[in-house]
Each structure stands twice: as structure tokens, then as C-alpha cells.
């Protein structure tokens, strides 16, 4: 599909709104670190939930593919993090080994998969089917995020170490529980809000939603439990977009 490479003004007013929520969510979680005394594990969980979802912005570009650009900024500003100047979202985001090598490589990944995810359907002109790598990205945030600490308070007892990365049956059902509301919020806002997709004659075609949803989330769980330790971040959004892409398009809801 011809995809046009221009820039409007709307394009650079919906970009800054997005560059500027994810830094509201950044400089939040800081704040938390050092204000409240919370812990860079809590922290970062409040990146990993919420700064995604500057991802919302993407229907309200007049040309999408500007939209890559908010997580490429990101990219850029994470692989910086450890320099004095980002120093602060730096800490609000580190694991202890981050400490050590100096890079915070799970949020990097995280934002070099939303980057590259949102590049694939936007600058190939396919944005209307973004639904697709929203819930990925949605599945990414809330199950993947939501996994450590379910995992950690409730886990203690079924943790078992695979490919260097401790997992446990709570962890991996909040993969797939908050995977499935996340994945199901993605296909409302992005399919049906914006793209008027899961509609037909005006009634919500729930159950290829819940279908597709499904998919989705039970593919996550199953990657999120074998992927070897700091690779979830990249394996699970791309595994399970394309598993959503190839269902769909069996179901007749993705039509390339």
C-alpha cells in the first residue's frame, strides 16, 4: 500500500503529546523512587505498565508513521540512560545486574520492540490492521507486566528456573489473565474505536474478539515461560503478533 511521506503540523502536536505523557510516566515513576522511597522493582513496573500506552496516540496521526518516532526517542534516550542527564530515569528503572553493566536492558527492548512493532504496520501503509500490534504491545505491557510481581508474592512455592529465568505458575497466569484484558482493551480501542474493526451492521463481533484475544494470551504465556532470561521483551510481542496476524487473517478479520 503507498504510504505518504509527509509531516503536518497535527503530526508534531500528537507526537509531543506522546513524548510528553511517556516522560510524565517516567518522571512519576522517579518520584516514587526517590520521594516515597519505593524500590527501582516497583518502579519499573509503573514504566513497564503505563508508557506504553502513549501508543494510543497512533490513530490521530494524519501520516502514522510519525508515531514511530515517539519509541524510537525512547530508544535512544534508554541506550543514554546511564549518562548523567537520564541518570535519574536511569535508577527508577534498573534491575540490580542493570546496575552493574550499566544499561537498563529490559526497558530498552521493551521500547525497541513498540519501535519496530509499530514501524511494520505504519510504514507499510497497513496501519488500519495496528490493532494487531497494539495488543501485542497491550499483552507486553499489562501480562508480561504484571507477571514478576504475581510471580514473586504468590509464586514462591512452583518457581522453577528455565533458561535462566525463574518462573512460576501465578507468574505465568497473570501472563495469560492480564495478556487477555490487555489484548481485549487493544482490539476495543484500536479495532473498533478507530478502525471499526470487529463491527459489522453495528453489532461487536465478540467472539472472534475473544477469539482472537485468546490466542494471543495463550501464546504469551507459553513464550513468556520457555524464553531465556532479558529476551521476553522482544520474543513476546513479535511471537505474539505474528500468531495474532496469522489467526486473524484466517478468521477474515485481517484482510491484506
Known amino acids: 500500500m503507498q504510504v505518504e ?31 516515597m522511597n519505593w524500590g527501582s522493582e516497583f518502579t519499573r ?26 519509541a524510537l526517542t525512547f530508544v535512544v534516550m534508554l541506550a543514554l540512560a546511564n549518562h548523567e542527564r537520564f541518570s535519574k530515569f536511569f535508577e527508577a528503572m534498573a534491575r540490580p545486574e542493570d546496575l552493574e553493566h550499566g544499561s537498563v536492558r529490559g526497558p530498552l527492548w521493551y521500547a525497541v520492540s513498540i519501535t519496530i512493532l509499530t514501524a ?11 490493532f494487531i500490534a497494539a495488543a501485542a504491545i497491550h499483552i507486553m505491557m499489562f501480562g508480561d507486566g504484571m507477571s514478576a510481581p504475581i510471580g514473586m508474592r504468590y509464586g514462591a512455592n512452583s518457581t522453577r528456573v528455565i533458561f535462566g529465568s525463574k518462573r512460576s505458575i501465578p507468574g505465568c497466569a497473570a501472563v495469560f489473565i492480564f495478556g487477555f484484558l490487555g489484548a481485549l482493551l487493544a482490539f476495543w480501542f484500536f479495532g473498533i474505536v478507530n478502525y471499526s474493526v470487529f463491527v459489522d451492521g453495528g453489532n461487536i463481533l465478540w467472539t472472534r474478539m475473544v477469539l482472537l484475544a485468546l ?22 510481542p513479535f511471537i505474539t503478533c505474528i500468531s495474532m496476524l496469522l489467526f486473524g487473517m484466517a478468521m477474515g478479520v485481517v484482510v491484506l
Do not use: C, M, Q
Open 120 to 130: 511494520a504496520f505504519t510504514f507499510t501503509g497497513y496501519d488500519n490492521f495496528y
Open 215 to 236: 490466542v494471543g494470551a495463550v501464546t504469551a504465556t507459553i513464550v513468556e515461560a520457555i524464553s531465556p532470561k532479558g529476551t521476553d521483551n522482544i520474543l513476546l
Open 45 to 70: 513496573r509503573i514504566v513497564h505498565l503505563f508508557a506504553g500506552i502513549a501508543i494510543w496516540t497512533v490513530p490521530y496521526y494524519p501520516h502514522p508513521w510519525v508515531a514511530t518516532f515517539v
Open 5 to 35: 511521506f509527509a509531516i503536518e503540523f497535527t503530526d508534531i502536536v500528537v507526537y509531543f503529546i506522546a513524548v510528553v505523557y511517556a516522560v510524565i510516566i517516567l518522571t512519576t515513576a522517579d518520584l516514587a523512587r526517590r520521594k
